[in-house]
């Protein structure tokens, strides 16, 4: 068995519970030390998933420790100068979305990594969640047809509940150029990108329906078209429930699912023909969603997330990282992402 990997963990947000629960079950990796601004944080953290040491100073971390791998996992704005300080030492990067705030920044820090000949990777978890798996198998196998149509929708009610909705204490995402909506673009774009090719026609609607001056946008409304295949990029606060929907049509049918509450529904020509297609494919999708209701009834109790993507994508890249493979996020995923959110941002793009 080759000699696990020494990483690190930057920042103890929210999302660092994900990364950290792996770090400390994985026999790919040793996790030396946690890092944060707060003592207190960075101890409980190091506690918690039994760490080697806890820091409030990264750079002191990357030279008193040597890690093989840092995962950042810190407010977007500070990325670039984290990765690059973490690259040029020697590390392997895996950072949290979105990785830079625009394309030319993403490109300099590519350029960094690529000096020090260091893999820098960006996390794309809802890839490799179990429903994007199976519609991406659905594509390949030729079961939908040719992709014609893809939407991506999310709806969150970050207006009312949550760190960015807190007008005393403004969270450092409201400043990024797309306001909150930037701390989830990344998703949207890179599960639009995955059923489509490259577009040339790119349109958004950019809106601030709940008004005030914290939120510099609560709603995208985006058309990408590209030859004859159709995306919408959709994101609401104002509509309910809560979801994280996924739908791709194609010449043979459909797949949708909702990442939030997850389930696969496919709509597909069945064996029993034109005339009994329909209630084959009612039969077999109810019997689908009876089943997916108890697995989400069991998960709300067993405290799971929607992030069961991100455990597989930390496993696959530990192993390429370990293996000498390549990473399963490549640059140009990262690039075509980084690409459209600045497409989407752009003025002569508004609607």
Not at 272 to 286: A, D, R, T, Y
Request: proline share 5%; aromatic share 8%; net charge negative.
């Amino acid at each position: 068995m080759a000699t696990p990997l020494k990483s690190a963990v930057i920042g103890t947000g929210a999302i660092s519970k994900e990364h950290l629960s792996f770090l400390e079950q994985s026999e790919h990796s040793h996790l030396i030390s946690v890092c944060d601004l707060s003592l207190s944080a960075a101890k409980y953290a190091s506690q918690q998933f039994h760490a080697d040491t806890y820091y409030t100073d990264y750079r002191q971390m990357l030279v008193d420790t040597e890690p093989d791998v840092v995962h950042i996992l810190t407010p977007p704005q500070t990325h670039k100068q984290i990765a690059s300080d973490c690259l040029e030492v020697g590390s392997h990067v895996i950072c949290e979305k979105p990785i830079t705030l625009t394309f030319n920044d993403f490109k300099d820090l590519w350029l960094t990594a690529q000096a020090h000949n260091r893999y820098l990777i960006e996390d794309h978890n809802y890839r490799f969640n179990e429903p994007i798996l199976k519609i991406e198998q659905l594509v390949a196998d030729g079961t939908l047809g040719e992709v014609q149509d893809v939407e991506v929708r999310m709806a969150l009610s970050v207006r009312d509940k949550g760190p960015f909705s807190d007008e005393n204490l403004p969270h450092s995402i409201h400043k990024s150029p797309a306001g909150v909506i930037h701390d989830i673009i990344t998703h949207l774009c890179y599960l639009t990108l995955r059923f489509t090719p490259d577009f040339d026609r790119v349109k958004a609607a950019w809106s601030n329906h709940g008004g005030g001056d914290i939120f510099k946008f609560d709603d995208l409304d985006a058309l990408l078209i590209g030859g004859s295949v159709h995306a919408r990029i959709r994101f609401s606060c104002h509509t309910q429930p809560d979801c994280f929907t996924v739908i791709v049509r194609g010449s043979k049918g459909y797949a949708e699912t909702d990442l939030f509450q997850p389930y696969l529904r496919c709509v597909t020509p069945r064996i029993g023909g034109k005339q009994l297609s329909p209630l084959i494919n009612h039969f077999v999708n109810g019997r689908e969603l009876i089943g997916a209701s108890i697995r989400n009834f069991q998960r709300k109790v067993m405290q799971q997330t929607p992030y069961e993507g991100l455990h597989r994508f930390l496993e696959k890249t530990y192993m390429a990282l370990v293996n000498g493979d390549p990473p399963p996020i490549s640059f140009e995923d990262m690039a075509r992402t980084s690409r459209l959110v600045d497409e989407l941002l752009m003025e002569n793009n508004r609607i």
